[in-house]
């Protein structure tokens, strides 16, 4: 399918490696220039080098921490304008909710939460402009079905989607659709932290934590950096139009719900 998107303009954030980097070749591939960023510069300028090198698109990295104003500054400058703004930024650590401190929350909403929006105030307006523009929010499943020992990210990526809700509503008309994408369980360097953690608390390998976990998804085995990708840049396509203020769940099927 031609997703009707070649020569637009993408900022992909925290995109050298796992979802964001999914996200980024799957839009590479159809045809879109892309900025990207994450925070090594030796790893997100090789990145940028192999996704040009394959797909013959322009690609800018950007070495910046996107959670901070100063590395927010620094991609919105190599940016100028975009027509598609993925948003993504790694979870804060697990724990137990007796032991978070008011600080740790804010860390946690400033990453979460805050980044996200702050990017959407500063690109969105131009598409809005321009008639025509697409977000999708990376976010997680546990917005719809809270992980325990994840409560700092199930509190801030809640926080974005109920702000996305309201906000998508308002940019609609002007072309302009926002979305989120909710992931479960992919096969990312955060699965194998988490796994590691599980193996660790209950004295198994990482191997057999990694079984138990997919024995609760009905697929059997974790998503991919491209699946993931291919669904983020149909989200970014002409014929998502339509769809406006979705979190669209990539699980495998392991929310067990009617709707």
Not at 242 to 252: A, K, T
């Amino acid at each position: 399918m031609d997703l009707g998107i070649k020569g637009k303009r993408a900022l992909v954030c925290a995109a050298s490696k796992g979802l964001g980097r999914g996200c980024a070749e799957a839009l590479a591939e159809a045809g879109v220039n892309l900025v990207i960023n994450a925070r090594t510069e030796a790893e997100i300028t090789r990145t940028a080098r192999e996704i040009a090198e394959r797909h013959g698109v322009e690609v800018t990295p950007v070495a910046a921490d996107i959670t901070t104003e100063e590395g927010r500054a620094r991609v919105l400058a190599a940016v100028g304008h975009a027509d598609i703004l993925v948003t993504n930024a790694g979870g804060p650590p697990p724990g137990d909710w007796q032991d978070w401190t008011r600080d740790d929350f804010i860390r946690a909403i400033d990453a979460n939460m805050l980044s996200a929006i702050a990017l959407m105030q500063a690109l969105v307006p131009g598409m809005m402009d321009r008639g025509w523009g697409r977000v999708v929010n990376i976010t997680s499943a546990s917005v719809r079905s809270p992980i325990s020992v994840l409560g700092l990210s199930n509190t801030a990526r809640t926080g974005l989607t109920g702000f996305v809700a309201g906000m998508s509503r308002q940019v609609a008309g002007k072309g302009v659709c926002v979305n989120n994408l909710l992931p479960g369980i992919h096969a990312t360097d955060r699965a194998d932290s988490l796994d590691g953690g599980v193996a660790s608390a209950q004295g198994i390998t990482v191997d057999q934590a990694r079984a138990q976990r997919q024995a609760t998804i009905p697929t059997g085995t974790y998503g991919t950096a491209a699946d993931f990708g291919a669904t983020c840049a149909f989200l970014c396509s002409q014929q998502a139009r339509f769809i406006v203020g979705q979190n669209v769940l990539l699980d495998g099927g392991a929310l067990n719900v009617t709707v």
